[in-house]
């Protein structure tokens, strides 16, 4: 049994909303958008080598990413022919990109807008269109599985008295030779951040080493 890990993709998403607390809590963000892209620069490819981990441990295979993918005598062939470019800057001036794991590249973000929403990943390819996509990669790839892991650090207030809650989320998608999704995995870490007493890195570093910590026991879920 051989997957292929590719694409782990980490980006910001901001609180939607017109109301006082969405707009105090898009501030707070901004005023400290550079040591958050800094964190989710320096952590990806640490998330990506933690769930090339968790699947080995959860189902015992064998994956193929990182250095190894990237030797394929037709890897860079294959990122020409799939990779969607372009498709990673947002509309976002403070968190205007979505991190991708070192020498990877997109082949299923279609857009982003404002950012990749946690789950979703964006598709707009249709079903039958991203089925044929995952089978080919499949089968240039010469792998049975394709893993898609995505992680998105978000915040929002609920009122403007509270604290601000701050959240990482994790989605992994696995889909087999033939495009089906068969199996998924997910988990959020999650504190109240008291901006002013609180160090905004050390907090946000601190819900990523967190999932780093219990990462290679997370809980893959067949959805068939």
């Known amino acids: 049994m051989k997957f292929a890990l590719l694409s782990?993709?980490?980006?910001?998403?901001?609180?939607?909303?017109?109301?006082?607390?969405?707009?105090?809590?898009?501030?707070?963000?901004?005023?400290?958008?550079?040591?958050?892209n800094t964190i989710m620069a320096g952590y990806v490819d640490s998330l990506h080598n933690a769930i090339a981990l968790n699947l080995k441990n959860q189902l015992g295979c064998k994956v193929l990413y990182g250095k190894e993918l990237h030797d394929l005598p037709n890897y860079q062939?294959?990122?020409?022919?799939?990779?969607?470019?372009?498709?990673?800057?947002?509309?976002?001036?403070e968190f205007p990109e979505v991190f991708i794991s070192s020498e990877d590249f997109n082949f299923i973000i279609e857009q982003t807008k404002s950012g990749v929403q946690f789950g979703g990943m964006a598709f707009n390819s249709t079903p039958?269109?991203?089925k044929e996509k995952i089978t080919n990669l499949c089968r240039?790839?010469?792998?049975?599985?394709?893993?898609?892991?995505?992680?998105?650090?978000?915040?929002?207030?609920?009122d403007i008295v509270s604290p601000t809650n701050t959240y990482f989320r994790y989605n992994l998608i696995i889909y087999n030779q033939n495009g089906d999704r068969i199996a998924t995995s997910g988990d959020v870490e999650k504190t109240d951040m008291l901006f002013g007493k609180n160090d905004l890195t050390g907090s946000f570093s601190d819900l990523v080493k967190a999932y780093l910590d219990k990462s290679k026991s997370i809980e893959i879920k067949s959805v068939l």
Not at 14 to 35: C, H, L, M, W, Y
Not at 77 to 93: A, F, G, I, M, V
Not at 140 to 158: R, S
């Open 128 to 130: 039958k269109v991203l």
């Open 140 to 158: 240039d790839l010469n792998v049975k599985y394709i893993a898609v892991p995505q992680f998105v650090l978000t915040g929002f207030k609920t």
């Open 77 to 93: 062939e294959l990122r020409k022919k799939y990779e969607l470019t372009d498709r990673l800057h947002k509309e976002d001036s």
């Open 8 to 36: 782990t993709t980490v980006n910001f998403v901001q609180q939607t909303g017109i109301n006082g607390p969405a707009g105090v809590s898009r501030g707070q963000f901004r005023k400290r958008a550079d040591e958050i």
